[in-house]
Nanobody
Framework: QVQLVASGGGLVQAGGSLRLSCAAS????????MGWYRQAPGKQRELVAAITNGGSTNYADSVKGRFTISRDNAENTVYLQMNSLKPEDTAVYYC????????????????WGQGTQVTVSS
């Protein structure tokens, strides 16, 4: 059993900052990439940022230069530092991890954390 627990959302004014965290726990053999997605009302879920276990990163164009993704492999935790927030960043943010468990290795499965609401007021 694997769990992803996210935290750090909230309400912030435009131009402000928030930091999201997501910790994975359970029968983990290997975590490949970890990432953050978001879903705004009436819109599809979209990738915000992702990071491989080697540290390579990928960002949505809309957040480049403002958001930074990082991870602590020893703690199985991924972070998203969000600066210069805009009202259009308002969404529920979900963490994702591609994980091989003791049972499924070498196959990789997607795991999701519970959403955390980020609201940016203008």
């Amino acid at each position: 059993q694997v769990q992803l627990v996210a935290s750090g959302g909230g309400l912030v004014q435009a131009g402000g900052s928030l930091r999201l965290s997501c910790a994975a726990s359970g029968s983990i053999f290997r975590i490949n990439s970890m990432g953050w997605y978001r879903q705004a009302p009436g819109k599809q879920r979209e990738l915000v940022a992702a990071i491989t276990n080697g540290g390579s990163t990928n960002y949505a164009d809309s957040v480049k230069g403002r958001f930074t993704i990082s991870r602590d492999n020893a703690e199985n935790t991924v972070y998203l530092q969000m600066n210069s927030l805009k009202p259009e960043d308002t969404a529920v943010y979900y963490c994702n991890a591609k994980i091989s468990t003791m049972r499924t290795w070498p196959a990789v499965e997607d795991y999701w954390g519970q959403g955390t609401q980020v609201t940016v007021s203008s």
